[in-house]
């Protein structure tokens, strides 16, 4: 099994989203699975130009000379395709927004019915590929995540893969402190390892194990206020004006 994985958090591997994405990836790796990881802040990747030439003038191919020359074959070659993103202003990153919809080649330009909606049939005859999202949130609410996990549904169906689940982790930038004192929030690790190796052994996670990795870490009014405390003391300690 090949898996590419994408994270757009400007923070990389530093990053809380990196935090769940990581011992995802692990578990899929201990599977078997062949896995890739690419940030989007490291790729030259211009945003879509919207003139059709990659279905039209040169089918298949964007004009741009940029990383998705390359980028765009792993997607098409993928089983397993892995977005990560932390959570801007209610949705995705703007810089995976910008890739996805770079992958527009990936299609013809007609138009099918499937499933009594009109879609771009798929370029090649290769199976569907399935897509995992893996996200995590400053707010305490898992809701926060409602509106992107809709968005990417509907890219799915769009483009003919499969929506194989979410790894959602509000209340994110907990993870790493409650991480340093130990003992508080590992079962959340290893529930993203695990969702890595069923997805790679059973083509599936378990929704249970879902839901141990997007489990509440602490009280909402507990969790507001460490919130406020470290934004305090953050905006305490700048030199005076
Ligand atoms: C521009 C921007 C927009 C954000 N919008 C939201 C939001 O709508 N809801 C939310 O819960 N958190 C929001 N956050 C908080 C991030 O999702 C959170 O800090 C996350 O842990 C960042 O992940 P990272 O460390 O991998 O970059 C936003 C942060 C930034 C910088």
Redesign the pocket.
Known sequence: MKAIAINS???MEK????VILDPFLEGMREAGAEVEVFYTKKLDVKPCQGEYNCWLKTPGACFQKDDMEWLLPKFGEADVQVLAT?????GMAGPMKNLLDRRIPLVHPFFELRDGHIRHPRRGDRHATKVVLVS????WEKD?FDALVVHMEAICRNMGAEFAGALLR?Q??AMKPMLEIGGLVEDVIEAARDAGRQLVRDGAIRQETLDTVSRDLMPLEDYMKMANQSFQQALDALPAS
């Open positions: 958090s400007p923070n990053g809380n989203t990196a932390p959570l801007y202003v209610d995590n949130c400053g707010f926060n509000p994110g930038p």
